[in-house]
């Protein structure tokens, strides 16, 4: 069984990372997600290393092995990616030492137990996968029992109520000639058209990757509602300090 880096297990984050739980999830950008992801990947895979400094951490989102697609993003889209992601409580800089380094709040920030976290981090790193391939995938992250514990925390997320933030994973209508159906993470937005499109009404049938695209895009617009109405009382508070003079 692998340790929860303290990043990512409530029980033993520093208090800084104390952040409530969100009411909706702004969509992060495809170099937000690869920079996010990485963070998530190192802390498991070489904790000694972690946090990151710039430089490993632009090696890590560039690296060619079990990353899908390939990326040759520079320094400065990283940084970019970075203060993007701080702002959002998403990762945080490390004080001390000679040269800054970066760690992830993922679980706490998004609200998501050890193993969902995993699974995200997985779908973020490599894009679509089914069940077994995200455990077979999973290994040095987390050692899941078998891959029905893998499907129930998919469908946990799937399921995610409006209250919590909504889904964050999407079941793709099955490939043509595939035994199984892949999971796609929603943290970038709604999967691309043509993940939805790949079925080519094989498996699931054209109607079912319809109605899919429909969910989607429904809860996608539910969403950007809430999201709406959390920066509508962010001013609405802003407003009443400023009137109080605080």
Request: net charge negative.
């Amino acid at each position: 069984m692998n340790l929860p880096d303290p990043a990512a297990d409530p029980s033993v984050a520093p208090n800084e990372h104390d952040t409530p739980s969100p009411t909706a999830f702004e969509p992060l950008t495809a170099v937000q997600a690869r920079v996010l992801a990485t963070l998530m990947e190192k802390a498991r895979t070489v904790p000694d290393s972690y946090p990151l400094t710039l430089n490993s951490l632009l090696l890590g989102c560039n690296q060619k092995s079990a990353r899908d697609p390939v990326l040759n993003l520079s320094e400065s889209e990283i940084a970019l990616a970075l203060d993007g992601l701080r702002q959002r409580t998403l990762v945080f800089e490390s004080s001390g030492g000679r040269v800054p380094r970066f760690e992830h709040n993922f679980q706490r920030a998004v609200g998501v137990p050890e193993q969902a976290a995993v699974l995200l981090g997985l779908l973020m790193l490599r894009g679509p996968q089914t069940a077994g391939e995200l455990r077979l995938n999973a290994e040095r992250w987390y050692r899941f029992l078998d891959i029905a514990s893998v499907e129930a925390f998919l469908e946990e997320l799937q399921q995610r109520p409006a209250q919590k933030g909504g889904p964050l994973v999407a079941l793709l209508p099955r490939q043509p000639g595939a035994r199984e159906p892949r999971w796609a993470h929603l943290l970038c937005g709604a999967p691309a058209p043509e993940l939805l499109a790949e079925a080519g009404g094989a498996g699931l049938g054209i109607g079912k990757g319809t109605e899919l695209a429909t969910q989607l895009a429904t809860q996608m617009a539910a969403l950007a509602e809430r999201v709406q109405a959390l920066e509508q009382q962010v001013q609405d508070l802003q407003q009443r300090l400023e009137q109080a003079g605080v």
